[in-house]
T-cell receptor
Framework: AAGVIQSPRHLIKEKRETATLKCYPI?????VYWYQQGPGQDPQFLIS???????DKGSIPDRFSAQQFSDYHSELNMSSLELGDSALYFC????????????FGPGTRLTVT | AQSVAQPEDQVNVAEGNPLTVKCTYSVSGNPYLFWYVQYPNRGLQFLLK??????LVKGSYGFEAEFNKSQTSFHLKKPSALVSDSALYFCAVRDIPNDYKLSFGAGTTVTVRA
């Protein structure tokens, strides 16, 4: 069965650079969620989209922005990167009518040096 | 606001012994509860969920969890642990119908010794 695809899987950036993380949800899933998991921490919700509109917002820094496109894939754009942004970034997707079923991607490990 | 507490940072058991990972929750409405497992450098794998119905939920890899509304708990259990169950376990909650995002507990590291 198709799963959530995230790219890249690993990314190394320097401070003050920008990064773009991509998420391709499971086919026919119209809702996408982004989570950030710092080293040794639990995943923290960042933002979610339903039908290309932002549906919820969590602890996402102003330096970060995200959007969902017409094919339902989503991109998380991160600017002015800081060392503290180093983390594992998960994307999850779900169908709206069964939104309790969130399927997680493998994550993108971002390292800021 | 919704929240989850996992009171134990670590759980150590011998292979073949029962495994219990504790979770308590706090929500304003009716909870949707989940357990996920994370292996080193891997993503989150879904184990099981409680939405409604029977309080005892059976999931993947022989795991089960019991929803206890009066104690606001959702403990994860496995009757006979395997060395391969050693991983990081997260309990998560959704507060229905107010929220769609998941709130995770801090995680419990399970070590099963041979």
């Amino acid at each position: 069965a198709a799963g959530v695809i995230q790219s890249p899987r690993h990314l190394i950036k320097e401070k003050r650079e920008t990064a773009t993380l991509k998420c391709y949800p499971i086919p026919r899933h119209d809702t996408v969620y982004w989570y950030q998991q710092g080293p040794g921490q639990d995943p923290q919700f960042l933002i979610s989209f339903y039908e290309k509109m932002q549906s919820d917002k969590g602890s996402i820094p102003d330096r970060f922005s995200a959007q969902q496109f017409s094919d339902y894939h989503s991109e998380l754009n991160m600017s002015s990167l800081e060392l503290g942004d180093s983390a594992l970034y998960f994307c999850a997707s779900s169908p709206r009518d069964r939104s309790y079923e969130q399927y997680f991607g493998p994550g993108t490990r971002l390292t800021v040096t | 606001a919704q929240s989850v507490a996992q009171p134990e940072d670590q759980v150590n058991v011998a292979e073949g012994n029962p495994l219990t990972v504790k979770c308590t929750y706090s929500v304003s409405g009716n909870p949707y509860l989940f357990w996920y497992v994370q292996y080193p450098n891997r993503g989150l794998q879904f184990l099981l969920k409680y939405i409604t119905g029977d309080n005892l939920v059976k999931g993947s890899y022989g795991f089960e969890a019991e929803f206890n509304k009066s104690q606001t708990s959702f403990h994860l259990k496995k009757p006979s642990a395997l060395v391969s169950d050693s991983a990081l376990y997260f309990c998560a909650v959704r507060d229905i119908p107010n929220d769609y995002k998941l709130s995770f507990g801090a995680g419990t590291t399970v070590t099963v010794r041979a």
